[in-house]
C-alpha cells in the first residue's frame, strides 16, 4: 500500500470506527457485532504501526496511551469554572425564582432543569476540533491535567463532530461536564477490590474522581467510566443564545448528553421534575443527588451575572441525602450459593432517602476489621441505587462501653462444618452438603435469566427443602402435585402453576442452562460464550483447559473451574439425572455477522505473513470456525504458509482442503 493510500484507508477507518464508538457509548445504539468492530480496529492498528507518522493524537487507537507518572500537572481553565448554590427546599427555589424574574423585570422565567451529575466536574478543551487538554475543576481557576485519563473515557469524543447547531467550530472550544462512574460498574469493582483485600470506595463518586485522578492511565481505562457534558463555557465564533441550543450543540459535536431533562415554562414545571426524578432516582443506572435549574436565555443569563463563585441565573436543588445514622444491634453471618460466609450487620431500622434500611453487609472480616465494626456501635450507613446499604463509617466516640471487636465463625454457622480462609473470604467446606449453599443453588438455578421457574423463589426453595423434598437440582423435576398438596401455602392453583412452570422449564436454552448451573466464573456472557463455541452439552464434558482457553473471552480462571465442575461425578451425575427427568438445553444459534467459515475446523500451519497466530485464530472464530491445534480427520480447513512442514504432508495424506493465507482470507471476506 503506498503511502496516499494509506493515509487514506486510515482516515475513513478512523471515521468509520469514531461512528460505531459514538453509536455504542454515547447513543446506546451498537450498529455491528464486536468481531466487525475488532477487526477495524486491528486493521487501523496496522496501518498505524506501518505508518507511524500518520497516526494522529485523534486516532481512535490513542485512547490508551500516556505513560505512568508520579503527579499531575497543573493547568489554568479556559474560563472560571464556577460553582452553585445548593438549595434543599420549594420555599428556597420560589425565593430564588422571585430575585431572578424581579432582577429581570419579569413576570415569567423559562428554565432548562437537568439532573445533576454525582461525580467529578471536568474542563475539556479542543482545539479545532481536536481533543488537546482536560483537566479537574480544582479550585475554580486552575485543575489538574488529567488529559491521558479523560482520552480513555469511550463516551468523550476525540474530535468534534460537525453537527447541530454548533457546526464545525474551529479554534478553541472548552466545555464542562461530569466524569461518573455507572452504578453497575461501581459495584463490579468494588467486589473486585474486595476481592483483591483492597479498599472499596465508599461511593461512586469517589470511584469516579479516585479512577480519573489515577496516576497510571491502563487503571482508568480498566474502569468504565462515562461522561456527561452540559456547558459549553468557550466557543470561538459559535453562538448560542440559550440553555437548550448549548445541549443540542453539544450533541451535535458528538457527546453523550443527557436526553431526559425538562425545559419548563416556569418555576412549578421544574419542581415537578426534580420531583419525578426523585421517584426515579433509584432506578437510574448512574448516581445523581439533585436537580440543576438553569435560567433557558444566555442574554438573560449574562444580564444576571456572577456573584462571587456561583452563577446568579443556576441553581442546584438537591435531593435529601443518601446517608443517615444508626445503631448496630447485631451482626449476623449470612452463607452463600459458593460457601461464602458474610456478615451482615443489623440495624436499628432507619429511613434512608425513603426506603427503610435495617441490614447493611459488612463483606468480609478484612472490612469489619478496617473499619473496626462493633455490635453497639453508632454507624453512618449509605444506600444508593439498588446497590446493598453499606456502613460507611462507625462515630467512634459515640462507642459504647465494654464492646467487643468481631470474629468470624470457626464453624459454619448453618451446618457446622470448618470453615477455611480464602483470600479476603471465609468459605463453609461443606458444598451442597451445607443446606445453605443447597439452597442458594437451588436459588439460583430457579431464578429469572436461569431456569426461571416462576414459583420456585427462595422460601419456597427453603420449605420444600425443610420437607425433606429437594436434595440437589435434578429433585425439582421430581416434585409431584402430592408432594406439595400438604404443605403450607400450596392450594390447588398454586400447586398447578408451579407444576406448569417446572415443566415448562425442560428446554432452556444452552447458555441459560450453562448459567443456571452455578459453575464459578460462569455469569452470562460466559455462557454464551460456551454455548455459542460448543453448541450442548456433550462436548463440554470432554473440552479440556487449553482448548476452552481458545475461546476468544475465556482465561485461565474460567476455563480450570469449567473442566473442573464438568470433571467432577457428583455434577456429571446430577447433569444425567436432569437429563433423566427430560431437561433438554436447546442450542441456539446466534447471529453475529457472516459465518463464512460456520461448522469448519480450521488448523494453521507454517508462517502467516499479514497476521499473527492469535489474530487468525480470532478472525477464524468470528468466522464461525473452531481452531485445532493438531491434524486429524476432524479438520476440514489446512491454512498453510511457507515453512509448513510434517502436519502439511499429512493434511496432503489425509486429503483434506488446503488453502494459503490470502485464500484463508478471501474464504472470510478479508481479501
Ligand atoms: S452547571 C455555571 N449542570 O454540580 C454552572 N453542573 O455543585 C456550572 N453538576 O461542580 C454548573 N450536574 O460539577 C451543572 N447538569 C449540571 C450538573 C452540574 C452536576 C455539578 C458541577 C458542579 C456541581 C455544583
Redesign the pocket.
Known amino acids: 500500500m503506498t503511502r496516499t493510500e494509506a493515509r487514506k484507508r486510515i482516515e475513513s477507518l478512523s471515521e468509520e470506527i469514531r461512528g460505531h464508538d459514538h453509536r455504542y457509548y454515547v447513543l446506546n445504539q451498537p450498529a455491528i457485532a464486536d468481531a466487525q468492530y475488532d477487526r477495524l480496529m486491528r486493521e487501523l492498528i496496522g496501518l498505524e504501526e506501518q505508518f507511524p507518522d500518520l497516526r494522529s493524537p485523534d486516532s481512535p487507537t490513542q485512547r490508551v496511551s500516556g505513560e505512568l507518572r508520579t503527579a499531575f500537572q497543573k493547568t489554568r481553565h479556559a474560563g472560571a469554572m464556577?460553582?452553585?448554590d445548593?438549595l434543599m427546599t420549594a420555599d428556597e427555589l420560589r425565593e430564588f425564582d422571585g430575585r431572578v424574574r424581579k432582577a429581570l423585570e419579569v413576570e415569567t422565567v423559562a428554565y432548562v432543569a437537568?439532573?445533576?451529575?454525582d461525580g467529578l466536574?471536568v474542563e475539556l478543551v479542543y482545539e479545532d476540533g481536536v481533543f488537546v487538554r482536560g483537566s479537574t475543576?480544582g479550585d475554580g481557576e486552575v485543575g489538574e491535567d488529567i488529559t491521558a485519563n479523560l482520552r480513555t473515557i469511550r463516551a468523550l469524543p476525540l474530535k468534534l463532530a460537525g453537527g447541530g447547531p454548533g457546526g464545525s467550530p474551529r479554534g478553541l472550544v472548552a466545555v464542562?461536564g461530569?466524569a461518573i462512574m455507572p452504578l453497575s460498574e461501581f459495584a463490579a469493582l468494588n467486589r473486585r477490590l474486595i476481592e483483591a483485600s483492597d479498599e472499596p470506595f465508599a461511593n461512586a463518586r469517589n470511584a469516579a474522581a479516585g479512577t480519573v485522578r489515577q496516576l497510571d492511565p491502563k487503571i482508568t481505562a480498566s474502569r468504565r467510566l462515562d461522561l456527561f457534558a452540559?456547558?459549553v463555557m468557550r466557543a470561538e465564533g459559535v453562538t448560542l443564545a440559550s440553555q437548550q441550543a448549548m445541549l443540542a450543540a453539544l450533541r451535535g459535536w458528538g457527546f453523550h448528553v443527557e436526553t431526559e431533562i425538562a425545559v419548563c415554562a416556569g418555576l412549578d414545571q421544574a419542581i415537578a421534575f426534580h420531583e419525578r426524578l426523585r421517584e426515579r432516582r433509584d432506578r437510574l443506572p448512574y448516581e445523581i443527588d439533585g436537580v440543576?435549574i438553569k435560567v433557558d436565555r444566555r442574554d438573560w443569563q449574562e444580564l444576571l451575572g456572577v456573584r462571587s463563585r456561583s452563577?446568579r441565573w443556576?441553581v442546584?436543588f438537591k435531593f435529601p441525602p443518601r446517608e443517615e445514622v444508626t445503631r448496630i444491634v447485631d451482626i449476623v453471618v449470612q452463607v452463600g450459593r459458593t460457601g461464602k460466609l458474610t456478615p451482615v450487620a443489623q440495624l436499628q431500622p432507619v429511613d434512608v432517602s425513603g426506603v427503610t434500611v435495617s441490614r447493611a453487609t459488612l463483606h468480609n472480616q478484612d472490612e469489619v476489621e478496617r473499619k473496626d465494626v462493633r455490635v453497639g456501635d453508632t454507624v453512618r450507613v449509605r444506600r444508593a441505587g439498588d446497590v446493598i446499604p453499606e456502613v460507611v463509617e462507625v462515630l467512634k466516640d459515640q462507642r459504647p462501653r465494654g464492646t467487643e471487636p468481631f470474629q468470624m465463625p470457626r464453624k459454619c454457622p448453618v451446618c457446622g462444618a470448618r470453615v477455611d480462609r480464602v483470600g479476603a473470604y471465609h468459605l463453609c467446606t461443606n458444598g451442597l452438603a451445607c443446606p445453605a449453599q443447597l439452597a442458594g443453588h437451588l436459588e439460583h438455578f430457579a431464578a429469572r435469566g436461569a431456569m426461571d421457574i416462576v414459583g420456585l423463589g427462595g422460601k419456597t426453595v427453603r420449605q420444600l427443602m425443610e420437607a425433606g423434598l429437594l436434595e440437589d437440582l435434578a429433585d425439582i423435576y421430581r416434585l409431584t402435585p402430592i408432594d406439595l398438596a400438604g404443605l403450607e401455602g400450596f392450594a390447588e392453583k398454586s400447586i398447578e402453576n408451579l407444576m406448569a412452570a417446572i415443566e415448562a422449564s425442560k428446554r432452556p436454552k444452552l447458555d441459560r442452562f450453562l448459567f443456571a448451573l452455578g459453575i464459578e466464573h460462569v455469569g452470562g456472557t460466559v455462557a454464551r460464550l460456551l454455548a455459542d463455541h460448543y453448541g450442548g452439552l456433550d462436548p463440554l464434558f470432554e473440552a479440556d483447559e487449553e482448548t476452552l482457553q481458545e475461546i476468544h473471552g475465556i482465561g485461565p480462571e474460567v476455563a480450570e473451574s469449567v473442566r473442573h465442575f464438568f470433571s467432577s461425578a457428583r455434577n456429571r451425575r446430577v447433569l444425567d439425572r436432569l437429563t433423566q427427568a427430560g431437561v433438554r438445553p436447546v442450542a441456539e444459534k446466534r447471529t453475529k455477522g457472516p459465518q463464512p467459515l460456520a461448522g469448519q475446523i480450521v488448523l494453521f500451519t507454517g508462517t502467516l505473513e499479514q497476521m499473527t497466530r492469535p489474530e487468525a485464530a480470532k478472525k477464524a472464530e468470528a468466522a464461525g470456525a473452531r481452531v485445532a491445534s493438531g491434524i486429524s480427520k476432524k479438520v476440514t480447513l489446512v491454512v498453510a504458509g511457507p515453512g509448513a512442514g510434517s502436519k502439511l504432508d499429512e493434511a496432503k495424506k489425509l486429503g483434506l482442503s488446503i488453502v494459503d493465507e490470502a485464500g484463508f482470507l478471501k474464504r472470510i471476506g478479508e481479501a
Open positions: 464556577l460553582s452553585l445548593s437537568e439532573p445533576k451529575f466536574s475543576r464542562r461530569e452540559y456547558e440543576v452563577p443556576a442546584a
